[in-house]
């Protein structure tokens, strides 16, 4: 495995052979680099479409792992690229797409992330795994590592959604709940970790849940090829945006690397999306910090909203966020509460997907965009639901509906 780790921020080499969480010299996140040269020439779209791996491990060439085989995997990957009908509010976007990760195996992204953690935590003699979490990473860490056999210890939020929790304990993680935020029941964890000896999973503590999540990227590139009859053999298209709901930030840095090593594999060309975070009015410290120019962003205080994945009052990968919206030209934006719910049944109404509140946020900022001119019409623009809708049915009031009876329609 032609794997290096190196810090985002001042840069300085970890290495891979064990076990790694925040970089030793800062304390900021480390990334994974690859040999790409080595692999360049028979890592191409061509073979990868071709391979018959019918996961996101179909990308192993630039992944952490010596043989496909090995993989933790429960056939996490290959989600849809759906065209949203132009139709109600939809009508005025030209080139509108929604990538679905709600098809992924635990019902989020998170399922891509956790599925190359728990790989290489098991190459690396891991028994135990724990983490924070405000709602799907958990139950995607607890299916994951009960996949491959390990014990995983969950701390979340008492108001987290029930459907998170659940799939959690079935799935036989030891789960407790912290009268307090996602960032309580983080310093719990390291707690934890320190004294009972467990491997910290938490978001971006951990190098390697960015990576299964980068190959958002390389599909996206895949998808859109095929969308629009481009041969594989040739250079593959990006959307000219990509909004991406956004908490701790993983799908967002992960993809803006995936880009990066596609260019020097030779896949795509030099052009780059322009990236747009999307952030809760309550809780939103990537978006402060990049109207105000920043270089890392302040801890949001009172964070609150209903959409748990956005409710991380400070992410670690922050400098890495700010950088991607700053090269690619993009911006950051802040939907309500309100909105993201408006966003959630305009989604289910006149496209048919059943979206999380975060995937409502997304659609509900492109909506936005355009209203001010920073979005064209003629634009291709991909919007990102990173889970189903149906965790947070707890959200919903059922509205009054008619009791029908055997009669029924009753006739004159």
């Not at 479409?49 to 491990?57: A, C, F, I, P, T």
């Not at 952490?64 to 090995?70: C, F, I, T």
Request: charged residues 20%; hydrophobic residues 40%; aromatic residues 8%.
């Amino acid at each position: 495995m032609h794997v290096s780790l190196n810090c985002g921020l001042c840069g300085v080499s970890h290495p891979v052979d064990r076990l790694q969480n925040l970089c030793s010299s800062c304390g900021r996140p480390l990334l994974a680099g690859y040999d790409l040269e080595a692999v360049r020439a028979q890592f191409r779209p061509a073979s990868v479409q071709s391979s018959g791996v019918r996961s996101m491990w179909r990308f192993a060439p630039v992944m952490p792992v010596d043989n496909a085989r090995d993989a933790v995997t429960l056939g996490e990957g290959l989600t849809p690229l759906l065209r949203a009908e132009r139709r109600g509010p939809f009508a005025a976007f030209e080139h509108l797409y929604v990538k679905d990760e709600s098809f992924n195996p635990t019902g989020s992204f998170k399922a891509r992330g956790m599925s190359a953690a728990i790989t290489r935590a098991v190459a690396l003699g891991v028994t135990e795994v724990a983490l924070p979490s405000a709602g799907n990473a958990a139950g995607a860490a607890a299916s994951y590592a009960a996949k491959a056999g390990l014990k995983c210890h969950v701390f979340m939020p008492a108001d987290t959604p029930p459907a998170n929790i659940l799939e959690s304990v079935i799935a036989g993680a030891d789960v407790a709940l912290v009268n307090g935020l996602i960032s309580d029941c983080g310093k719990l964890i390291q707690r934890g970790c320190r004294e009972f000896g467990w491997f910290d999973l938490s978001t971006l503590k951990e190098p390697f849940r960015v990576e299964g999540k980068k190959t958002m990227g390389y599909e996206l590139a895949m998808d859109l090829a095929h969308d629009q009859g481009i041969s594989l053999d040739e250079p593959l298209p990006l959307p000219d945006v990509i909004f991406y709901p956004t908490g701790g930030g993983t799908g967002l840095i992960g993809m803006w690397k995936a880009f990066d090593e596609m260019e020097r594999l030779g896949w795509i060309g030099s052009q780059r999306p322009r990236m747009v975070v999307v952030q809760a009015e309550h809780c939103a410290p990537i978006v402060r910090a990049f109207q105000t120019g920043a270089e890392f962003a302040q801890p949001f205080p009172n964070a609150a909203t209903i959409a748990s994945g956005l409710r991380v009052p400070a992410a670690v990968g922050d400098f890495l966020m700010l950088r991607a919206l700053k090269e690619s030209g993009g911006t950051a934006i802040t939907v309500t509460d309100a909105e993201l719910m408006e966003g959630v049944n305009e989604l289910a109404r006149y496209q048919g997907i059943y979206a999380c509140p975060e995937g409502g946020a997304v659609w509900k900022a492109a909506e936005h965009l355009l209203s001010t001119g920073w979005l064209k019409p003629h634009e291709k623009i991909v919007l990102f639901n990173t889970g189903t809708g149906h965790k947070y049915n707890h959200l919903v009031k059922l509205p009054e509906l008619p009791l029908l009876h055997e009669n029924w329609p009753a006739t004159k």
